[in-house]
Nanobody
Framework: QVQLVESGGGLVQPGGSLNLSCSASGNIFPKNAMAWYRQAPGKERELVALTTDATIPIYAESVKGRFTVSRDNDKQTLLLEMNNLKPEDTGVYYC????WGTGTWGQGTQVAVSS
């Protein structure tokens, strides 16, 4: 059984930075894709950043150049460094892992960007 726990969310002013962390328990392998999604109020959940061992990270156009995803396979941790945050980055950020077609979500961490 895999469990994901996100942390690091909070309230930040526009232009500020936050670092999100996702800690995984259970067996996760480098081949398993891991990703960050977010869901803004009243909107559908969307992909923010995806990482696998088969390709370079994939980012949503809206966060390219501002967000950086990284992964520590030994610690089973997924990180998201978010810089130059904008109000439209506000939402609940979820960690996700795909283990050979079976997906698991974390409970989410709230990010609010406001002055």
């Amino acid at each position: 059984q895999v469990q994901l726990v996100e942390s690091g969310g909070g309230l930040v002013q526009p232009g500020g930075s936050l670092n999100l962390s996702c800690s995984a328990s259970g067996n996760i392998f480098p081949k398993n894709a891991m990703a960050w999604y977010r869901q803004a109020p009243g909107k559908e959940r969307e992909l923010v950043a995806l990482t696998t061992d088969a390709t370079i990270p994939i980012y949503a156009e809206s966060v390219k150049g501002r967000f950086t995803v990284s992964r520590d396979n030994d610690k089973q941790t997924l990180l998201l460094e978010m810089n130059n945050l904008k109000p439209e980055d506000t939402g609940v950020y979820y960690c996700y892992v795909d283990r050979w077609g079976t997906g698991t979500w974390g409970q989410g961490t709230q990010v609010a960007v406001s002055s």
